[in-house]
């Protein structure tokens, strides 16, 4: 088992950054590749970024490509998301996800979840 615990949500105007955390625990965190989803209000969940086991790989769908930056210390085992000129559709909670190995790009592939964080971005 891995728990996922995310942090660093918050109100933010728009064209503010946060930055989120998600800590892992439970099994050695750079055996599995991480991912960013989020889901607003009414909608579905949806991939934002997922992070290669050792780092050295990254992908991000193309609605935060250029803003968000994704990223992981796997001495703290700790994954981060870097989200910088926000927009009010960024609003979600936002959740990371776990995987040893799985379409890094679909909700099916990951594992573990966390229980997610709010983001808010006031217009």
């Known amino acids: 088992q891995v728990q996922l615990v995310e942090s660093g949500g918050g109100l933010v105007q728009a064209g503010g950054s946060l930055r989120l955390s998600c800590a892992a625990s439970?099994?050695?965190?750079?055996?599995?590749?991480m991912g960013w989803f989020r889901q607003a209000p009414g909608k579905e969940r949806e991939f934002v970024t997922f992070?290669?086991?050792?780092?050295?790989?990254?992908y991000y769908a193309d609605s935060v490509k250029g803003r968000f930056t994704i990223s992981r210390d796997n001495a703290k085992n700790t994954v981060y998301l870097q989200m910088n000129s926000l927009k009010p559709e960024d609003t979600a909670v936002y959740y990371c996800?776990?995987?040893?190995?799985?379409?890094?790009?679909?909700?099916?592939?990951?594992?573990?979840w966390g229980q997610g964080t709010q983001v808010t971005v006031s217009s």
């Open positions: 996800a776990a995987t040893r190995g799985g379409p890094l790009r679909a909700q099916s592939g990951y594992d573990y």
């Open positions: 439970g099994r050695t965190f750079s055996d599995y590749a």
């Open positions: 992070i290669s086991r050792s780092g050295g790989s990254t």
